[in-house]
């Protein structure tokens, strides 16, 4: 154990996702075994610059566990971008304390961490996104219950459009990486998906597919069209007009990064934010705890920001078969 470090500090920053605060709760309690002290910074890196910060027992994570969002808040910090606040964000943690920190957040936090390290304060980042686009990770807390929720909808929404004979076209988030559009609509057998990764065409990839089906006597269809696509509106209104089959269109939006977290996201978040703790107390820092092979393991923060993360071909290839 590296005696350095006597006080940890954690925040959740950009989107939030379901499993977060296991991630939190993770943090303390292992920081608790430890005998290490934790600080809650409020609304990302807002709270580091405004000193938004108060101490965390394992009590104060009691009760957590099962909740969506973040009991820590979460913001969007566009000054924390400018490299004297950086340094400021570091003088205010050493104030309260604060000997290494946990950034729970998407890549952008990542930029963030990787700035505070290099302002002279120990980080570890975490990966926690619905959006499963860290580069470095095989996957990010918030995935699985975002999956999950989208399967909800989208059934639900099959029962309607089967009922009235419709076309769905539906609009799954994820920024500009197709992953929850991918493996939603697989586990949802839509006939159509869309995703930013590869390359598509209206008449080719949506037209004819429906027109086939219909042909073939089916009426009701889903397409499932991820948001770096988007133009779900348009599309279901040119659908309609090309088929004359009934169309509607559908952005789930917010609804997807709510809910109680799923078993793999409490689990996953728990081995991350434990691992979060235990690498710091080692006296390591400027690290990523991710997923590879299946394992939670870690990775340098500028190494892993540098990779490229590729929506598996296979998956794609495969929804096109799923849906002849
Ligand atoms: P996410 O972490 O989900 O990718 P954002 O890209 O919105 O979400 O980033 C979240 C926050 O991280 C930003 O509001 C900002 O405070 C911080 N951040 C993003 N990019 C940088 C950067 N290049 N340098 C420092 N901080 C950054
Ligand atoms: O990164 C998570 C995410 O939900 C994306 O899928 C989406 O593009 C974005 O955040 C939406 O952000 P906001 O909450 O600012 O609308």
Known sequence: ??????????????????????????VVRVSAYHGVRVMGIKRGYNGLLHGEIEEMTSRSVSNTLQ???????????????????????????????????????????????????????????LPGTIDND???????????????????????????????????VIEVMGRAAGYIAIQAGIACGADVILVPESKWSFDEDVLRPILESKSRGKKNSIIVVAEGIGGVIDM?????????????????GHV?????????????????GGLAVELLLEGKQNRIVCMKDHKITDVDIAEGLAMKKVLP????????KLSV
């Open 256 to 272: 997807q990064r709510g809910g109680s977290p799923t078993v793999r996201d409490r689990v996953v978040a728990s081995e991350m």
């Open 134 to 168: 860290i580069d470095c990770s095989e996957y990010t807390v918030g995935y699985d219950t975002c999956l999950n929720t989208v399967k909800d909808a989208v059934d639900k929404i099959r029962d309607t459009a089967a009922s009235h004979e419709r076309c769905s």
């Open 1 to 26: 154990m590296n005696n350095d470090i006597r006080t940890i500090g954690v925040l959740t920053s950009g989107g939030d996702a379901p499993g977060m605060n296991a991630a939190i709760r993770a």
């Open 67 to 125: 909740r969506g969002g973040t009991i820590l808040q979460t913001a969007r910090c566009l000054e924390f971008k400018e490299e004297e606040n950086q340094r400021r964000a570091v003088e205010i943690a050493k104030v309260f304390g604060i000997d290494g920190i946990v950034v729970i957040g998407g890549d952008g936090s990542f930029r963030g961490a990787k700035a505070l390290c290099e302002h002279g304060l120990p980080t570890i980042a």
């Open 313 to 320: 071909h296979q998956l794609i290839e495969l929804a096109k």
């Open 236 to 252: 279901a209104k040119e659908i309609e007009e090309k088929t004359g089959i009934e169309s509607r269109a559908t952005i789930l």
